[in-house]
């Protein structure tokens, strides 16, 4: 459960599956595209699935025609700068997640929940552009909502509309402040801010930009929940 | 119309009334009450409406206990901490503002602004706790919104509020930060930025607890409008 | 479901608890204790379970010396400054929510963390003063904390201790910053800062010294879990 | 009133003219050229006039030869970064709204304000240049300027331009920070805080560089202003 | 020239007249009256003018009490919380330095500036309350001002004032923030970045509610000059 | 070595003098006097040394008058708010280390430092005011500071006495800064931000106010030193 | 004495040179070279020597062609980004200014303050690379400083040069913070915070990178002295 | 001892060997490869081991065809961007520095750390990618790190490493936050919130990506020891 693997600039923590209940997933950001390719191999001989968040389209062309040559099933989203690598055969999806977006602009933050959140095995609903300076939209979207297990909730600028979700709905909502805005927006500080100091009390916050960690974190409670026997 | 009064201390704007539509309002904060009373007899005087904020409770007293010796008619309000002089006789109300509050908390701010706005003459309409966590409660009293000459929207902890507000009204709306809240409320920043960032595209924002500044400027639009023959 | 009462400065969201999984709770900062007394009232009426944090001494002996006379069950932390009504039959806790704290002064927030999440309705397993700097301690207790449903870990200072737990549970964190710190914590950013930009995935944030929006969460986690049969 | 156009990455605001009394406007900052020609389009087609900020050399270009072709009548201004298609009739503008800026640095902010006020319906007067430091510059135009309905002030660096309008003037300023300047400017952060500061009660404030939220406020005004009879 | 006096916790610069121009002063805040006392005495014997800021009314009355017991001539101003022994003789004022001040509530600021320029010799021209909203006020008493060495612009809130007096004199403007204000003038900042951002070119800066700073630098500048002979 | 004694509120980390070279000292602030008194006789019952810091008056005393009733030998320093239990014979001091102060108003945390760099066992020389306003005071003090094998430099306001020594020694030098000073000081930032950025390469940095970080960290580098055979 | 020139976008402040003491200062970030180019004719037809700072390559080349064609004596600093066009007699400088850097990096700023005290007609004294960080560097320069009028220090990184130099020399020092540093230099702001908190009293500040405004103040004071017949 | 050579726009500190225990390091960023060049051959003529840091590929390239066609022995790290000439014999290692790295992004600050702590004369070991989050890691290589007599631990993000650390080593922590990160890390500024809060006592900070500073005073502190005897 504690196995690691020692890659000398890398220690892949291969024991992660089995301790945290999902593998580790790789943050491509500042690692040379060698460094990430020897740890995609290196998950694809243990069979886990592997996924990698920040992998720009030069990253990306390089490791899908590596794999594509090697003939394996994988998936690059360029928008949310994802790479996913099928190594084990995918499951029926279990539970909602839906992920809504408040802008057309917070599409790349938006798009990497929604990866995330399928790598871990759950159903997404996806939603863009029901910010709240346009009410009606996310009202009309509500009903679709209102089953889910978890709603992400990605919004820049003045990042209301968590607090608007946040105040229809009776599970728990992940809200991610973007760096989407300008002026005193000062790279996400007032989505995230807004964010923190919701009334609404079921909202939980994450990084400013950080898709991924909202549709890991909604995957790990629809994994819980549905463990349990739920449907 | 640049006529002032030099009280040493004091130099008071005696023209404003003329250059700027409205007479100056007395700042209580950090002055004596000497200085303020001597302020308020100057401006009797003149017989010019005065006007004052951040008058405490032991400041207000004083007052009180002055002018109400003299016969003259007066308001503090002590949730506002403001205090009014009539020196004029009140005419009737021109113009509707609305002045809504996202919580109780918010209530010291909120009655600033509503005892600023009644001074400049205008019609208040006053609705509290109407915050976005309980999206049916600003839903049930938008109707008597709608026809409202100006919004001013007071709020704490997120801010939310005047975003929501602004997507359903034809009026400018003024948002008032609080600093209501706690944590990384950072003393009314995270409503401030939140306000600022607004993408309803008429939100104007003043400062932090700034209910004097909404009360004013929203006066002020009322003035303008009306003068014009609306109504 | 959109149900409210309009008590004038308070407009209580009585539909909450349909729309939302939970009661609205009562925030008693700057509130007066007539105000929080009278939407206790109102939630007793409609045989809802009244919850309420920020209730100093003084409001709380208030409170408990009023519904104490009229014979109803009732709990004031005084540490966590939470209060409760007992309006319906405590039923049998479901699920397990693990409340974990680094230091004894962190007691307040980890105090209102468990008060929030056993009026959820949970099982709540309370552990403190299990900080990084002795990292023994947080081993010799981690078979108790692994079958959890979620755990809070509520941190100062550094706020290092989610990142820690993160990488040995395979449930959601929910990291909860507090003030508990000098000079350069800068009330509670120094820890805030750290669980945002935690490298354990798994790790979800709440607003500095927010013990009740992580218990708050946790509980409508754990409920959705074993609404769903789990166990 | 609440009709929304669901083009998928897209809920386009069909419904604001009625709502909130003027179009949705176009963000352009993030979205991909093809993007803001579909929501040109389908404004085009509901006869609503569409207006887009933020659009740059590449973006206008592509835009004005796909419409003139069609032979649409529109406007691109490349300082302000604005793009305006005509589908009514332009109507007699008015009211009349000045737009001051403090350095000659100031001008893409200005100049989105200036069209954006002119999308409104407005008149409007543009005066650049005229900053505290050389204050005979100011006094020479207020004669221009104060019978305008609104006075927008642009200004970075220090901000202090419309703390001293604001001293000259009977109506609502409504003051944009730039983040023109260095140092210890911020990004437009000195600026802003000196606006929000301001001794004069009038002044009104946006976020950094939004022009455009300043000429639709200020737009808002006018309208309600000349609705009600005034001229 | 290097000389000091070893007093246990306290080093004596008993050398910086001869090297700096002018004797130490003695900064109050923290230090036990006793201390302070020392310190006063140990200047005393050298025949050295002695100064010290912010001692507050008891310590004040402390050292009042002890020096006017062995006739020493002394002044406490309680409003600049200055204390000053005269151990020379006071010789003729040389250099004029005007000390203009925003606000009323600027007063201890503003007097602590004048004190400590009147310490270092020169004549003070004192006037309070010309702040930029009443623009007539600053104005009227321009003449007076300039011919001023030096003028020193005491001013809260925005911190608009020393631009826009920058703007109309030919010499040094020394520009003194305060604390005064509330919201978003965040301890004084609003100000000190206002002025550290002035378009003005003649505009130095020292620390929030530093009046002691700009009256001994003033003091300094109008000591140079009149070294030269000038008048 | 992973030892701890379970007192329930707080996890006592016994093993930390074998693991970490010093015992675990308590951090008062924010604990019962009650708990840290506990912890004391904990520790005493072990023959560790216990030595707590940020321990007011109130909680002195009452420790005070405890353990001196059982005949304990005790050290309370009331300006370092440090309470020191001798529980093993105290050995001969090993090592120097120099403790120097900027101002006078740095005592408290100059004091903690000396305190608990006296109580790991070093020798400690300890200067206070010889701030680089009066160089000459450093200057004159140097001979005795080179041969330390650590200097401790606390230093608030500018903060930039650590430059000037760490210019001076061939030792490292640990900076602390302090909130003392005013003004844009913000709580010792400015120091912090200084010492952070020091130009002298052998410069180390402790949080603001962190007498005590700076005492252990240096008595640690001592203790290393001499444990190889120094002298 | 308020005459302006009205060039559109630009509102040419010809009066300043009288009002204020030295003429306008060009600033040409953000202008087009033609915008400059049109200021810089302006002002020699009414021979004003003219002075502009923050011109890159590009528009020094422009502008060095455009006026050596014209057979004008000019002087382009590349390092120090100045241009200036001589249209009087250059008269005998008066008075001294040192100009001292703490490092080589710094000098983009340093020569920007010594090109603009040049222009102000005064003599400069420029010694580079003199950081606290190796002490005997300054006190080898020191007898070539103390006969200034005026010292600027321009440092980067920790800012502490000022501090330092203000304790060894009778006139008044202008600090200049850079923005030279990295990680917790935060664009300048350390610097800043550290000379805005400088304990020697005869330190004045100026913004980030204000090269020019130090050398613009410096000018204006030894102006000053001079003019009153010293030497 | 304290000798410096005037190179003009340098001022080169060649008595710091004898006075600080090390030579001066050069800082590359902001100065030209002719003035790094100039530098290096004026430390080679006085037989000084020269350092320097912050040299891009480009310098690097530079000095290094420079100086291999001198025949010298040198080492370009371009990873670290550090370059070393070799100007004495190497010495035996003295002394063991680990150095930890928490991810492979931060291998820059890591190695920059490295090549520094082996210029000292220490040996070094190197660790990276053992972040909390793979706790296992850490704890697999504790054994090797426990001997040193110094540990440097770099790391981004929220920057738990060195708290970890600390908690297990009986020697000082070293702790370097890096700029590796995202949204809410502004620029490193999380992990070095995190790393001054720490509640390990024997933690010291640098500045944000100062690898160089912990090396270099790691070095001392070794150099410090092993001069004493040890071994």
């Given at each position: 459960m504690n196995e690691f693997l020692d890659l000398?600039?890398?220690?892949?923590?291969?024991?992660?599956?089995?301790?945290?209940?999902?593998?580790?997933?790789?943050?491509?950001?500042?690692?040379?595209?060698?460094?990430?390719?020897?740890?995609?191999?290196?998950?694809?001989?243990?069979?886990?699935?592997?996924?990698?968040?920040?992998?720009?389209?030069?990253?990306?062309?390089?490791?899908?025609?590596?794999?594509?040559?090697?003939?394996?099933?994988?998936?690059?989203?360029?928008?949310a700068k994802t790479f996913r690598l099928f190594n084990t055969l995918e499951a029926k999806p279990v539970g909602k997640i839906a992920v809504l977006s408040a802008g057309t602009s917070d599409a790349p933050v938006a798009e990497e929940a929604r990866e995330t959140a399928l790598w871990t095995g759950a159903e997404v609903l996806f939603i863009q552009d029901v910010g709240v300076a346009g009410p009606q939209r996310f009202q009309a979207k509500l009903p679709l909502?209102?089953?889910?297990?978890?709603?992400?909730?990605?919004?820049?600028?003045?990042?209301?509309?968590?607090?608007?979700?946040?105040?229809?709905?009776?599970?728990?909502?992940?809200?991610?402040p973007t760096s989407v805005g300008y002026g005193a927006n000062f790279g996400g500080l007032s989505a995230l801010l807004c964010m923190l100091n919701s009334c609404a009390s079921n909202v939980l916050v994450v990084n400013i930009d950080a898709g991924f960690k909202a549709g890991y974190a909604a995957g790990l409670i629809v994994k819980g929940k549905h463990k349990n026997g739920g449907g």
């Open positions: 000398d600039e890398v220690q892949l923590d291969i024991g992660r599956r089995d301790r945290c209940g999902l593998p580790e997933v790789i943050y491509g950001e500042g690692k040379s595209k060698e460094t990430i390719l020897k740890t995609f191999e290196a998950f694809a001989e243990k069979n886990i699935d592997a996924f990698a968040t920040r992998i720009d389209a030069e990253k990306g062309d390089f490791l899908q025609q590596h794999f594509a040559a090697k003939g394996l099933a994988l998936r690059y989203n360029q928008i909502v209102q089953d889910s297990d978890v709603v992400i909730v990605v919004a820049g600028m003045e990042g209301a509309l968590p607090s608007v979700v946040g105040g229809h709905v009776a599970c728990p909502v992940i809200a991610v």
